[in-house]
């Protein structure tokens, strides 16, 4: 029977920084650090006047801007706004660069290796983009206690209609739990085509959580990355508030179960632009 034990809780305030080029470096998640098969999660400081350069190489690269900074993101030949929620996810070859010009920029960035065909499932893999939270859509659960936006997410779809993101690499985005929100408790196992099951993990920012699994429970705070394992059990709740976090799914090839008796489990839907718009289901499939 899984444990609390059988996750990894890494506080990334106080995980260990080394110093780059660009400023500070923090790895919150790796093979080697919690096991993560398909994916490595840093936490960066540009220091204020320097910038950071990211060559994706073989590898995908999703980059996210945690804090709102004075600052650009360049990608292809446009310069954006590295405003909180922003960043962008790049395709094996493709570069970007973020400088931080009036002040330090904190980034979430995360590397997911090239996933084999039967992952991607047909889809093409590319080209990347830049996101940024004012131009996501946004999921509510069924429950009416969670909102969510992706900013890589294969079956979202845009308004008209294509996919926000081209490759099966991935799936990552915000989440905003009301107070009393929480998730079913649920598991996630492997696919035919990705029997190892996915590199899943969530990053707090605002407020505080708490994990659960198996009836053990740990009180997460601002900064707190945790990792499951495929197959661990787990649910997450708002504690005293409500809670941000980032949440992280790497290959995005895995089934879920859910193993509470809430009637509403995974049901999402997109928000409504306008007050007699009809929801409309989003299709996980």
Partial sequence: M???S???????????????????ERTLCSPALCGSKNLTVYRRTISQGR???????NDYHLVYVITPAKGAIHYGSKAHEAEEG???????????RFDASGSDMDLLHMVV?????????????????????????????????????????????????????????????EMHYKEGGGSPYHVHKGTDANPDGAAHCY??????????????????????????PPGVPHRLRSHGGPLDYFEIQA?????????????????WYYESESPNEERVEWNQS
């Avoid at 910038?51 to 190489?57: K, P, R, S």
Wanted: hydrophobic share 35%; glycine share 12%.
């Fill in 51 to 57: 910038q950071l350069d990211i060559q994706a190489g």
């Fill in 113 to 173: 290796p090239k996933p084999p065909a039967a992952v991607e499932a047909g889809l093409p893999g590319g080209p990347g983009y830049f996101f940024s939270r004012k131009s996501l859509r946004a999921l509510s659960d069924a429950s009416g206690g969670r909102v969510r936006r992706f900013c890589a997410e294969s079956s979202v779809r845009l308004k008209n209609g294509s996919r926000l993101t081209p490759t099966n690499a991935i799936q990552a985005g």
């Fill in 6 to 24: 059988d996750i990894s809780i890494i506080n990334s305030n106080t995980a260990e920084a080394g110093r780059v080029e660009s400023g500070t």
């Fill in 251 to 267: 290959w995005r090839s895995f089934k879920t179960t859910v193993l509470s008796e809430e009637s509403l489990g995974l049901k």
């Fill in 203 to 228: 990053m707090t920012f605002k407020g505080r959580g708490v994990v659960e699994v198996e009836n053990e429970f740990r009180e997460l705070e601002p900064g707190t990355l945790v990792y499951f």
């Fill in 2 to 4: 899984a444990t609390i």
């Fill in 86 to 96: 922003a960043g962008v996810l790049l395709q094996p070859g493709e570069t970007a």
